[in-house]
């Protein structure tokens, strides 16, 4: 792969012509501003667990991308980090997601739903325009009233 891993920090991949799914290696802990923009051939992406960070603009761009998880540990998802990927339709994210940043999601127009990962549990949450910081937050608010109203 076209990968260049600096220190735990996923700087640049190149996107390569027939390649429409990646694997993020295990030793990358955060993926760069801009690490993946424009890689235009990309339909999936397959993330570690040692991934905490998604910088600003790190998939911007990538308009084929349809399916991505991010994975339990996931604490940061960058300002633009994903605007502009017009196919996505398939998101997972964990609830130990702490902030999303501005327009991180803009132009994501196929994403109608987002499943949450909470406790061994997969939630799907309907969207009502773009998944923000607010609608996060909100999302998260929910979570912790499940556990709120089973305990009662």
């Not at 940061?76 to 130990?96: E, N, Q």
């Not at 327009?103 to 998944?131: H, I, M, N, P, Q």
């Amino acid at each position: 792969m076209n990968y260049k891993i600096k220190r735990g920090v996923l700087k640049k991949y190149k996107d390569e012509k027939g390649v429409t799914e990646i694997f993020i290696p295990d030793n990358v802990g955060i993926i760069d501003e801009g690490a993946f923009c424009d890689c235009t051939n990309l339909v999936r992406i397959l993330m570690p667990d040692t991934v905490q960070v998604i910088s600003d603009t790190a998939f911007s761009g990538c308009e084929n991308l349809k399916c991505i998880a991010l994975p339990e540990g996931t604490l940061r998802v960058g300002w633009y980090a994903f605007r502009g990927c017009r196919s996505l339709s398939d998101l997972t994210i964990p609830s130990s997601l702490e902030e999303i940043g501005k327009f991180a999601f803009a132009g994501c127009d196929r994403l109608s739903s987002v499943k949450v990962t909470y406790k061994d549990k997969v939630y799907k949450f309907g969207l009502c325009g773009e998944l923000n910081n607010e609608r996060w937050q909100k999302i998260r608010t929910t979570l912790s009233t499940l556990d709120n109203n089973i305990a009662s």
